[in-house]
T-cell receptor, first 115, second 113 residues
Framework: EAGVAQSPRYKIIEKRQSVAFWCNPISGHATLYWYQQILGQGPKLLIQFQNNGVVDDSQLPKDRFSAERLKGVDSTLKIQPAKLEDSAVYLC?????????????FGPGTRLLVL | AQSVTQLDSHVSVSEGTPVLLRCNYSSSYSPSLFWYVQHPNKGLQLLLK??????LVKGINGFEAEFKKSETSFHLTKPSAHMSDAAEYFC???????????FGKGTRLSVIA
């Protein structure tokens, strides 16, 4: 079974530029998550989708971050404009469904460096 | 609200000796608890999870963890460390319903030959 796919794997941009990340979850997984992992910390949830609807985006900086999952399958996360503090690894995860105890499967991540 | 405290930021063991990675949690609900491992430049991989069944949970690669409600702990153990176990380990808690996973800050495990 194919895992969660993410691209690109690495991205270097200058501050105030825009960037987009793509995620393709495991086939059949209804729930998709985007996490931000800053160096030396655990991942922090940015947004959670159930099919094509947003379940939780309370920690998404909506002035500069946006995400969509239009057809309920793959998803894109965008940052516009980027700041230095956005340098992090952006992880995508998926699960069969939402709810306590659901196992989340993670992709390899996109490592972003903002100069 | 849920929270997780990983008591050691770095643990170093010799190959073949036991591993103990400590985790304490706080949760308003009956929690689900997970341990994930992250090797350099790779995604997070689930080692094991507890979801209110048996308190001693066995995972992959010889790891296990014991849920102790009285101590609010979920420590990860392995009888004999292998060089390939060197990685970052995250303790994770989830509450009820759609409450998100909350990750600890991680424990870096080094294995010395």
């Amino acid at each position: 079974e194919a895992g969660v796919a993410q691209s690109p794997r690495y991205k270097i941009i200058e501050k105030r530029q825009s960037v987009a990340f793509w995620c393709n979850p495991i086939s059949g997984h209804a729930t998709l998550y985007w996490y931000q992992q800053i160096l030396g910390q655990g991942p922090k949830l940015l947004i959670q989708f159930q099919n094509n609807g947003v379940v939780d985006d309370s920690q998404l900086p909506k002035d500069r971050f946006s995400a969509e999952r239009l057809k309920g399958v793959d998803s894109t996360l965008k940052i516009q404009p980027a700041k230095l503090e956005d340098s992090a690894v952006y992880l995508c995860a998926s699960s069969v469904n939402s709810g306590a105890g659901e196992t989340q499967y993670f992709g390899p991540g996109t490592r972003l460096l903002v100069l | 609200a849920q929270s997780v405290t990983q008591l050691d930021s770095h643990v170093s063991v010799s190959e073949g000796t036991p591993v103990l990675l400590r985790c304490n949690y706080s949760s308003s609900y009956s929690p689900s608890l997970f341990w994930y491992v992250q090797h350099p430049n790779k995604g997070l991989q689930l080692l094991l999870k507890y979801t209110s069944a048996a308190t001693l949970v066995k995972g992959i690669n010889g790891f296990e963890a014991e849920f102790k409600k009285s101590e609010t702990s979920f420590h990860l153990t392995k009888p004999s460390a292998h060089m390939s176990d060197a990685a970052e380990y995250f303790c994770v808690v989830s509450g009820s319903g759609n409450t998100p996973l909350v990750f600890g800050k991680g424990t870096r495990l080094s294995v010395i030959a």
